[in-house]
């Protein structure tokens, strides 16, 4: 007697469930490999190096994976149009120096008035520090910067100002508390009340000083330091995994810094802690015309010297 085998036949809707599951691991391949190609461009895009190893004012490289106190200079420049056509460089507006520690679960931040009086290094003149961007680039930057405050500049991060709206937009904006009661372009801002900025209202409340209670260029310093923060909590948040590629897109046309993908991977995984308390200082001092006839933001030595010894401080040093 002959006896044959069946083959069991799969039911219809299994086969349609493993179509489904390929079809899934397909997509899950594709979207991981186009992850992995946008974080790579996006890392070329915004990697610029200083030239340097470390900071002259360090004994060597901070080692950000074992979670080390660093600090980044933020510069905030204007590439506008109209300055370019007139043959100006990049100057730094904004001009921020953070000192990072996870340890102590505290970052302390200073904004330096773009005004500031300060010598230029490599060039061997004393002009205003936002010049410095503009004829050497973040290179020059970083020296200027250290040598007005006696602390290592281990990173920097500049940002357009020109693409901050659109970031601010791609981020579905973010939320801010003001430090003041005025009005800007049709908004109003009211002090120690939250609210939620679009790219719009946040240049407006970003860029006010002389506006009725705005407080000036210090007021100005403290909402750039407020609206800077407020888009690094939303880049962090859950949230703006779902805009990943609008968020890249704007990252890499607006922002150039020193760190690497992989060291900026080790911020974001070793550094959050420090996040707990910022502490907001701006340098003090005050403003005139000096003897070469140009208006300077003279620092407060008091001031300075007293920031310089909670930024190092804070770096364990």
Known sequence: MTYTRSKKQKSPVIKWMLRI???????????????????????GAIHNPLNREHSELRSGTVDLGKGEPFT??????????????????????????????PDKKTTEMVSIPRDTQAEIVGRGTTEKINHAYAYGGADMAVKTLEKLMDVPVDHYATVDMDGLQDTIDTVGGIDVVSNATFSAEGYQFTQGEQQHLDGEA???FIRSRKEEGAGGDFGRQERQQLVLQGLANKLTSVSSLTNFNGIMNQLGENVQTDLSLSELNQIRSNYSDANENVNRHQLEGSGGIQSDGVYYFVPDENSKAQLTQQLRENLGL
Not at 23 to 41: H, N, Q, R, S
Not at 75 to 82: H, I, K, P, R, T
């Open 202 to 204: 946040a240049m407006a």
């Open 72 to 101: 980044i200079a933020l510069f905030g420049v204007d590439s506008n149009a109209e300055r370019a056509s007139a043959g100006g460089g990049e100057r730094s507006d904004t001009i921020m120096l953070l000192s990072i520690n």
């Open 21 to 43: 599951i390929a079809v899934l691991f397909i997509l899950a391949v594709i979207a991981i490999g186009y992850l992995a190609f946008k974080l790579f461009a996006v890392g």
